[in-house]
């Protein structure tokens, strides 16, 4: 079987003859002009679509069986039956049915996907992106109603704990299992052939259809969100319409907001990019003006905002910042250094465990009762001999062996804080209680009854954190940990003191750890071993890699995604009813950024370049080639129209 996607097929097929700004001769097709301006491709030469039947059925096959694979382990996984409590649309579409649907749609849309390669044209979108979609769709459905003919005729819940007959019926809509069948099959064609049409669309309508879907989506599943807003502006006459009394957008508010959004994006179209442009082409004293015209807008806007909102919303920023002050601190250790660090925890927990045993009257055996500020000058100078101590024994390792080393120690640290040798001092397992909240000049006593205050207080020291990352990072020190990160080797070679470097790089991270570990105690009012689990570090890291290493704001993005929506390990997020696989979406979001987007959500340019050197040395390899054979050939006319 001949591959149609391979670039000898791709190459050997005549295609049109394109000059800038020119389309294909199918209609409905994007030409180059349009896909420019859409900015998703570089002169890209376009050929004719190939005919409908002229399927890659190889990938085909192989899409529809990941999709198949992929449904019956959400399915079995519980998700759709737990999901599907959380309407989107009242009575049209659930978060449960929207997980299973989306499976089939990404699959019909990536089957028809074409890697673009340097000269090759590459196939125009035709009618064969839908019935590719179609195809594949179908293949994905039917997992599903393979999984309600067996849910229904076998018994499997002795190794499948979620085999039930609830989720028999949820896929069966109620009815038979014939009527399950021939739903799937149809529902996955359906959405196949819409993930298929995605590609057919012009880039701009494209760009319009996404907008109405995820802001539909957006506000239905933020609901609490959107809610706890409108009650703080006087807005709860207008949240009683558009949302349904058990949750959920009615119908007719959800065909308003997606005419609306999608009337936005067609009069906003492209000024988000280029005002994005604009502002990184910048330079000198105008950069550094619009920055910090941003800057104080935002500050301004997290400073107003939480005096409108309701007490679940700022305890939810509350977490936020706290993971962003975490984040923070690892960013130094791992994405500036390069030191993979997988016992964070420690120095979280030292930071919590110094601030009780300093401010607490219920301490065992020591209890100064300092005031807070006072206390956390102790505690900033204990977590950085801590982290001297961790760091010392450990800094010449390298790579898998140093992650290793942290993973111990954190460990160790969270053993010790819950052994019985040193409970006298720390409470074993019992810890600390009736912590006094932290005692603020115009704040009063900071604690977790009033999350407003407990915000403004993480709000300042995230602004400290921010500021100290951003000196450090443009400063020698910062250069030496970039230099340690990209090559250890040559950073020696080239007089850099590593061991020393290393271990500036622990005690930083450590500090900005501990500002996160007082702030926590004086929080929840108490400290326990079992709040310092190894996968706090696990959950730091991966909001450090998802929002990007080396970057403050991929950071302080990261957090606000994965820590205000789907919640911390103890902490919770928007969607609740995420809390049971929080860890599972991390593993696939981990997966899909190492795939697609290894520098991160918003990457530092150093870190991105990076990371995409080599493509961009072959990048501009290939064009050199292609401008000596362009100057030969021009150079060979020339004498041919002489003589002429």
């Known amino acids: 079987m001949t591959d149609s996607n391979s670039p000898e097929v791709a190459a050997s097929e005549p295609g049109p003859d394109l000059t800038p700004g020119g389309t294909p001769d199918t209609p409905g097709t994007p030409g180059v002009a349009d896909l420019a301006e859409a900015g998703e491709t570089d002169e890209t030469l376009l050929s004719p679509p190939r005919p409908v039947f002229a399927q890659n059925w190889k990938r085909i096959l192989s899409m529809g069986a990941v999709g198949v694979g992929a449904q019956i382990f959400l399915a079995l996984s519980n998700m759709p039956l737990r999901l599907d409590d959380r309407l989107l649309i009242k009575p049209i579409l659930s978060l449960g049915y929207v997980s299973l649907l989306f499976v089939p749609f990404i699959a019909g849309n990536r089957v028809g996907h074409q890697i673009q390669r340097e000269g090759i044209p590459m196939h125009a979108a035709g009618l064969h992106e839908i019935f590719g979609g179609v195809i594949c769709g179908v293949i994905a459905g039917g997992g599903v109603s393979l999984l309600s003919v067996l849910l229904v005729n076998f018994d499997l819940r002795e190794p499948l704990v979620n085999w039930s007959p609830m989720l028999a019926e949820l896929l069966a ?138 007490k679940f919303t700022n305890e939810l920023l509350a977490n936020v910042g706290l993971f962003v002050l975490l984040a923070l601190g690892l960013n130094v250790v791992v994405g500036l250094a390069g030191i993979l660090d997988l016992g964070y925890v420690a120095f979280f927990a030292v930071g919590s465990y110094s601030a009780a045993v300093l401010t607490a009257a219920t301490s065992p055996r020591i209890n100064p009762e300092m005031p807070w500020l006072v206390a956390l000058i102790f505690v900033v100078v204990i977590t950085g001999l801590v982290g001297l101590f961790i760091g010392a024994p450990v800094i010449r390792m390298r790579g898998d062996y140093l992650a290793i080393v942290t993973l111990g120690f954190g460990e160790i640290i969270r053993l010790l804080f819950l052994s019985d040798w040193l409970a006298d001092t720390f409470g074993g397992s019992q810890g600390i209680t009736m912590i006094p909240g932290a005692g603020i000049f115009g704040l009063g006593s900071v604690s977790g009854t009033e999350p407003r205050n407990v915000f403004y207080l993480v709000l300042a020291f995230c602004a400290l954190a921010i500021y100290i990352s951003w000196r450090l990072e443009r400063s020698r020190l910062g250069r030496a940990w970039m230099a340690v990160r990209e090559d250890e080797t040559v950073a020696e070679a080239m007089g850099i003191n590593t061991v020393n470097v290393k271990l500036m790089a622990f005690v930083v991270g450590a500090i900005l750890g501990s500002f996160s570990g007082a702030i926590f105690s004086a929080k929840v009012g108490s400290v326990f071993p079992n709040s310092f689990l190894i996968l706090v570090s696990i959950v730091i890291l991966v909001v450090v890699i998802f929002g990007g290493m080396g970057s403050i704001p991929g950071v302080i993005a990261g957090s606000a995604v994965l820590i205000g929506v789907l919640g911390g390990p103890r902490q919770p997020g928007l969607l609740s009813e995420f809390s049971e696989y929080k860890l599972l979406i991390y593993g696939a979001l981990l997966i899909w950024m190492m795939l697609a987007r290894p520098e991160g959500l918003i990457p530092s340019v150093r870190r991105s370049r990076e990371l995409h050197q080599q493509e961009i040395a072959q990048d501009s390899w290939l064009r050199e080639q292609l401008d000596e054979e362009a100057e030969s050939t021009a150079g060979n006319d020339q004498p041919a129209r002489a003589t002429a």
């Open 173 to 310: 809509f109620g009815n038979s299992t014939a009527f399950a069948v021939f739903i799937w099959l149809l529902l996955g064609g359906l959405a196949g052939a819409a993930g298929g049409a995605m590609r057919l669309v012009n880039p701009k309508a494209r760009r319009v259809v996404v907008t109405m879907v995820l802001t539909v989506g957006f506000i239905s599943v933020l609901e609490s969100l959107v809610m706890d807003l409108a009650e703080g502006l006087r807005f709860e006459w207008l949240t009683e319409r558009v949302y349904a009394r058990r949750g959920g957008l009615n119908w007719n508010w959800a065909l308003i907001l997606a005419a609306f959004s999608g009337l936005v994006a067609m009069l906003t179209r492209g000024r988000v990019r280029q005002a994005r442009e604009h502002i990184a082409s910048l330079e000198g004293a105008s950069r550094a003006r619009t920055n910090f015209g941003l800057i104080i807008l935002t500050g301004a806007i997290l400073v107003i905002l939480p005096l409108f909102l309701g």
